[in-house]
C-alpha cells in the first residue's frame, strides 16, 4: 500500500494557508490519488470530478495553480515537486514486488511446517514384528518390567501388576495409625501439674477446654440449669465473660442463657451463643433484689449428659486442687 508523504508543516505552509477549503481539499484528494494510481503527480483535467466532489473545479485548480502548487501540463497539470517527496511508479512496483515474493514464501514455509507436524509419527508408536496376531494393533509391543514380563497374550497373568515390595508400593488398603489414649492416672497427674503452676487460673481436667477459675461458677450454674453448651473460646472471649460476670453478676447471665436457649431453633453448642444477648444486659440489681426462678429446660440425652458429667468432674477436680 503505497503512502503519501506530507510535511508536517504542510497546512501552515504560506502557499497553503491562503487556499481556500475547495482547493485545499482538491490539492490533498490529488496527492491520494495520484499515489493510488501511480500517476507520479499527473492529474488529467478529465479527471477531477473523479478525484474530489466540490463545486468549481476549474476555479479551484486554477486557484492551485496560480499558489504554484499545481503546474500546467498539455492534457492537465502535474503536481509541483511531487516526485521529490513521494516515490516514483518503479520503485513502488518493486516494493509491491518484493513484498509477494516474502509473503509467499512465508506462506509456503508455514505449510511446509504443518505438512511435517502432520506426517510425523505419532507418540513415538512404530510397528511390532513380535506382536500377538491376534492383537488388536501392531503397536501392541511386550509390556515392561514394571508391570508382566509376559508378551501381551488373550489370557492375563496371575501375577500382580505391581510388586508389593517393589517402592513400598502394596495392594491392600493403608490402615490409619492408632495413637495409645492417656491413662486416668496421666490426666490426674496433668489435672494436679496444671493446678500447682505458679499464676496458674484456669481449669484443665483431661482434654476438656481450660476454662478459667473466674468463669468457673458460672458455666457450673449454666450446668445444673441443664444449659450444657462447649466451651472452646478465645481467650478475649473469657475476657469478655469475666468483665460480664463483674458487672451484671452471674443470675442474671444465667437467666439470659435461658431465655436466649429457648428461643433458639436448635440448642445451642458453644457459650459463644451467649455472648450478644449478655453484652445487652444492664447492670447487676442492687443487692437483696430476689432472682427469679428459672424454667427447666429438656432433659438432658446423650451427648449433653456426657458433657455435663464432665463439667461437674471438672468442678469437682478444681474444689479439691
Known sequence: MPWVRLDDRFPSHRKVALLSDRAFRLHVSALCWSSENLTEGRILERELPVIARVRGLKSAAAELEAAGLWDRADVGWVIHDYLEYNPDRAKVQAERQANAARQKAFRERKKAERDAARNAPRNAVTPASDSNPDDTTDARRRHDGDTNANRSDRTNSASPQVDGFRNAVSNGTPSRP???????????DVSKTEGQRPGASVAHIGDRPR???????????????????????RPDEWFLIEALIARCGIPALVTSANASWQGARTPPRSGRYFLPAWRQLPDAAPAGTPVPALAPVRQLTGTDAKAAGWLELGAKYANDL
Open 178 to 188: 492408632v495413637l495409645p489414649s492417656p491413662s486416668e492416672k496421666e490426666k490426674e
Open 211 to 233: 476454662i478459667p477459675a473466674n468463669c468457673e461458677p458460672l458455666v457450673v450454674a449454666l450446668t445444673a440449669s441443664q444449659l450444657v453448651v462447649g466451651w472452646e473460646l
